[in-house]
């Protein structure tokens, strides 16, 4: 046991040391960013795929926190969508087509994990399609891969009724019955 | 003050502070905000028919029973952040079998903080008092650790369950990625002649990029599991090799297979064993998806002092969202236990093995409201073993959520 936590201290201090070229934007390039969504491509210079998503969650996060409250921003065609399609269509120029995949299923990671994201349907359909029409042709694709990133790999569980925080997920199977002698049986 | 008043207070609280804030209060439906973070309260009522209520094998006792229950979920996102939780209290109250009524209650807090290029961490923890379904289990995981460690979390009769994890990853280099995980899990069970169990399983999962969309996968696991029976622990190592995509495609897929081994407490067999993990998810359309998996492992017996089981688990499933508002799902779960040892029965020694199905069939429907949810839902479980007697029990439900 002790060795292994040995190791695993040594690999955590290896990570923490280690560096990467990409600058974290600040919270005021993530607000300009966000009215103007046209600056996204500055701040996805030398960007991976997993810290371009993060910063495309980071500024539709800001999109959403400005227009909260204005029911008629959220509609289908109104500005949340707009500037969402914008943030999404720059956010692709600015990166290598052949990273476009893994970019929208890295989306699909980290807007399934956000609790803000995913209490609005609209917004998770403005994302994928903003994907898919600025994807072009390879659209449909993006679209399937941001999909498949909501679906969490399936664990046995025996929940009934909400389903966690997640919509978009399918109800997990039931866990497995026991055979044991546990309750009425006794 | 009951838990389950309390958290009738804690539902209406965030009910009314979310207003009070009132900034940028979004539809019903869509949670409540509170500054950056956003709650979002639920009450669920179900009402159930249960075929067999005692889970005996026979004299079956029909009966009806009522799910009532309340709960928040909470969450904060931001930048390369996410924080989030979920509280509920709930009853179920029995018509005829009424000394069967129960409440339950229990949290899940989560943590994520960074990237895989330089940093990801991942913290959960979760308590939970529950009998029978477990609600929050499938939300109580730590990526990439399995739950392989106390299977009988799953076991349906009082228990109060405590988990514990964490889990760093890096892509170390372009083609190498690291994952480093902890997990604690503990049982214990109300009932006196059931041993309560703790598990502490380290993972260390190695990935390195195979072709641009798959890595293959080395995963290696220790075990220290710990029963209220003995003095002693037992020590279990795992090690398997495998494949996993890179999410891009229509079906993402992680597998692996190799040895494991447990050295049980004094007395008991020590062996290794096959072992295998994995999950796959085959998005076929945007409406139609299944899923797949399967895995196994050795635990110890809350049962008998002294032994471990075998398990394997399999299960498959489909959803199928033919309108935005309507899901179904069908699902099989499938799980075979071997005990280690023979168990007694009466004074004569016996090989028990036991084998469990599981079937769901499901539909949700979101109403016009939006913040309502009505459910349908059907189950079937039955068990064979080769000691104990075989039961089998279904369950018709019908319930309703609001989610704010």
């Known amino acids: ?24 934007p600040s919270d005021a390039r993530l607000e300009q960013a966000a009215a103007t969504p046209a600056q996204i491509a500055e701040l996805l210079s030398d960007a991976s795929s997993e810290q371009a998503a993060e910063v495309v969650k980071a500024v539709i996060l800001k999109i959403l926190a400005n227009h909260r409250g204005d029911t008629a921003a959220f509609q289908p065609g ?10 999404i269509r720059h956010a692709l120029s600015a990166l290598p087509p052949d990273q476009w995949k893994t970019f929208a299923s890295a989306m699909g990671t980290v807007c399934g994990n956000s609790p803000v994201i995913n209490a609005n349907r609209g917004v998770v359909s403005f994302i994928q399609g903003s994907l898919a029409t600025a994807g072009g042709n390879v659209g449909v694709a993006l679209a399937q891969s941001f999909a498949v990133g909501f679906t969490a790999a399936a664990t046995p569980a025996g929940s009934v009724g909400v389903q966690g925080q997640n919509q978009n997920q399918a109800p997990p199977p039931l866990r497995p019955p026991v055979a044991t002698p546990y309750r009425g049986q006794r | 003050m009951k838990v389950q008043t309390r958290y009738s207070l804690l539902f209406a609280v965030a009910l009314i502070s979310g207003r009070m804030a009132g900034t940028g209060e979004a539809a019903p439906g869509e949670g409540l905000y509170v500054g950056p973070c956003i709650l979002r309260p639920y009450a669920e009522l179900a009402g159930t028919y249960d075929s067999n209520a005692n889970q005996a094998p026979d004299n079956r006792e029909p009966d009806t029973f009522l799910d009532s229950c309340v709960g928040l979920t909470f969450g904060y996102s931001a930048y390369m952040l996410e924080f989030g939780g979920h509280g509920f209290a709930g009853a179920r109250n029995y018509s005829e079998l009424t000394d069967k009524d129960f409440t339950s209650w229990g949290e899940v807090l989560r943590l994520k903080y960074g990237a895989r290029d330089t940093l990801a961490l991942e913290v959960d923890q979760s308590f939970r008092k529950v009998e ?3 609600r929050l289990l499938s939300e109580a995981t730590i990526g990439g650790v399995s739950p392989n460690s ?7 009769t009082r228990r109060d369950v405590n988990e514990v994890g964490f889990l760093a990853g890096r892509d170390v280099t372009d083609k190498l990625g690291l994952d480093i995980g902890y997990r604690f899990t503990g049982i214990r069970y109300e009932a006196a002649d059931l041993y309560n169990l703790e598990s502490h399983v380290a993972q260390a999962e190695l990935m390195r990029r195979a072709t641009e969309k ?22 279990y190592y795992a090690v398997r090799a495998g494949i996993k995509t890179r999410g891009t495609d229509k079906t993402t897929l992680k597998v692996g297979c190799g040895a494991m081994r447990f050295d049980g407490p004094a007395g008991m067999n020590q062996e290794a064993f096959f072992h295998y993990e994995g999950s796959a998810t085959h998005r076929a359309t945007d409406k139609l998806s299944f899923q797949l998996g399967g895995r196994s492992g050795v635990v110890l017996s809350s049962l008998y002092a002294g032994n471990g089981v075998e398990f394997d688990t399999v299960w498959v499933g489909a959803a199928y969202r033919p309108t935005e508002d309507l899901g179904l799902s069908a699902n099989v779960t499938w799980r075979e236990d071997d005990y280690l040892n023979p168990v007694l029965v009466g004074n004569v020694p016996k090989d028990r093995s036991d084998n469990g199905l599981a079937l769901r069939l499901r539909a949700d429907y979101l109403t016009p409201l939006k913040c309502a949810r009505l459910y349908a839902e059907g189950t079937y479980e039955t068990v064979d073993s080769t000691v104990v007697d075989s039961y089998d029990e279904t369950r018709l439900t019908v319930g309703m959520s609001v989610q704010y």
């Open chain 1, 1 to 24: 046991m002790k060795r292994i936590v040995s190791i695993a201290a040594a690999v955590l201090v290896t990570a923490l040391t280690g560096s990467a070229e990409f600058t974290k």
């Open chain 2, 150 to 156: 106390v299977l009988d979390a799953g076991a349906r």
């Open chain 2, 132 to 134: 029978d379904f477990d």
């Open chain 1, 78 to 87: 109104g500005t949340v969508e707009s500037l969402i399609a914008g943030v």
């Open chain 2, 214 to 235: 798959t890595d293959a996968v080395i995963t290696t696991i220790y075990g220290r599991q710990i029963t209220s029976a003995r003095s002693d622990d037992a020590n």
